[in-house]
């Protein structure tokens, strides 16, 4: 599975983003963390073939996650679900 | 292709009929019938732009725009899920609530690979809970549950519907998901 990655000034945070490509909170998300200059990776889960989204849920389920969209992981083990502006600047120490 | 126009004409006359708004929010507003639009595109039908899609019909027939679960969200958040449909309060404050997934798990689960769920399931689910026989769908002989849908009629109006489940909310007299019963019949549908 590819991620799409996206380079900012702050990367001390490993940040994984799930998103669809049709969705409005996804969109929003990237947009909060490229304003923000964070270094991050994501997928558009929607876009994946069916090996990959069933490793997606893998991922996200394991990390006590909901298999809803955006899901932020941060560190390989913060999950945000929703676009979430507090909970993202809390765990990205923003 | 379906014009970009015309999704947002529907999502209008649809909020109309129900007495909702739409969100008040113009770029938010926009996103959400692009995304309605692509997927409509893609799939065939106006699938919820904020939800995951198998791109079956039948499997996604809950989360078809205006979704199952818009009724319900509104009635208790005041928002569908997407924040796409409001009521008036919240059209009127502009803060749009946070709204948690009412969709069942094992709906969003059809999502990913059926084939695959299906069979690791057993396993994966015997570590955690007792086996729980298996439903009716899943011994079929096809690869993929099938969804098994029934005829349903409201006691209150008497609106019948072909699904898998009643409607939460009733789209005629407004009456709640209990007030739906099944109708037993014998009778055959061809085609």
């Known amino acids: 599975m590819e991620f799409s990655k996206v380079s900012g000034k702050k990367n001390n945070h490993k940040v994984t983003l799930y998103a669809l490509s049709t969705c409005v909170w996804c969109k929003l998300t990237k947009q909060f963390l490229n304003e923000n200059e964070i270094s991050y990776e994501f997928v558009d889960v929607d876009l994946l073939g069916e090996e990959d989204k069933q490793k997606v849920r893998q991922t996200i389920t394991s990390k006590g996650g909901s298999l809803t969209y955006p899901t932020t992981i941060i560190d390989n083990k913060v999950v945000i679900t929703g676009f979430r502006k507090d909970k993202l600047k809390e765990a990205l120490e923003i | 292709m379906t014009a970009l126009e015309q999704v947002r004409k529907r999502a209008e006359a649809d909020a109309k009929t129900y007495g909702y708004y739409l969100t008040p929010q113009p770029d938010l507003l926009q996103g959400f019938l692009e995304g309605l639009k ?12 904020c939800r995951l899609t198998s791109g079956k019909f039948e499997y996604d027939r809950d989360i078809i725009c205006p979704c199952d679960y818009r009724d319900p969200d509104v009635a208790e958040y005041g ?4 924040r796409l449909y409001v009521n008036k309060a919240v059209y009127e404050s ?32 015997a570590q955690e809970k007792p086996p729980t026989p298996a439903p009716a769908t899943q011994q079929t002989a096809t690869q993929q549950p099938e969804v098994k849908k029934k005829l349903w009629y409201c006691k209150q109006c008497g609106y019948v519907v072909f699904r898998e489940d009643p409607p939460y909310i009733c789209p ?6 209990e007030m739906f019963a099944e109708i037993e019949s014998t009778v055959e549908f061809n085609g």
């Open chain 2, 38 to 49: 692509i997927n409509e595109d893609r799939y065939g039908y106006p699938l919820c732009p």
């Open chain 2, 94 to 125: 502009k803060n749009l609530p946070e709204v948690p997934e009412r969709r069942p798990l094992e709906k969003q689960a059809r999502a990913y690979a059926p084939q695959v769920a299906t069979q690791s399931a057993p396993t994966q689910g």
């Open chain 2, 79 to 82: 928002a569908c899920y997407c």
């Open chain 2, 172 to 177: 005629i007299c407004k009456a709640k998901k």
